[in-house]
């Protein structure tokens, strides 16, 4: 893992908490990631001799490296663990259940 599969993670992480009070922290995470997947197709398809060379789906499946793959697996985890610890997901309202029912047990 290199910077830039960090600095991507940064990216995203920022972008997903400027478009979660408009569509929602798992929309606004998929997006910036769609984003990233996007410009590594770009990437891709200009390294097989530009879009109007090659085939629709070209990008999709030819040159792709680790470094490129971490380029856009680095920023989806990175939303979906924000998304899934934040206030109001399903681990932050188990774990509030556990410390709920564990200070009850405690005070009985």
Not at 28 to 43: C, D, N, T, Y
Not at 49 to 60: C, I
Request: aromatic residues 12%.
């Amino acid at each position: 893992m290199n910077t830039s599969h960090f600095e991507h993670a940064i990216i995203a992480l920022s972008f997903q908490c400027l478009l979660w009070p408009l569509v929602g922290r798992w929309v606004g995470g998929s997006l910036i990631v769609a984003v990233f997947l996007g410009r590594e197709i770009a990437q891709h398809e200009y390294a097989g001799g530009g879009p109007n060379h090659v085939g629709y789906f070209y990008g999709l499946f030819h040159h792709w490296s680790l470094d490129s793959s971490f380029d856009v697996l680095s920023p989806a985890a990175a939303c979906a663990v924000l998304a899934l610890i934040v206030p109001g997901s399903p681990v932050w309202q188990t774990l509030k259940d556990r410390r709920t029912n564990a200070v009850s047990r405690s005070q009985s």
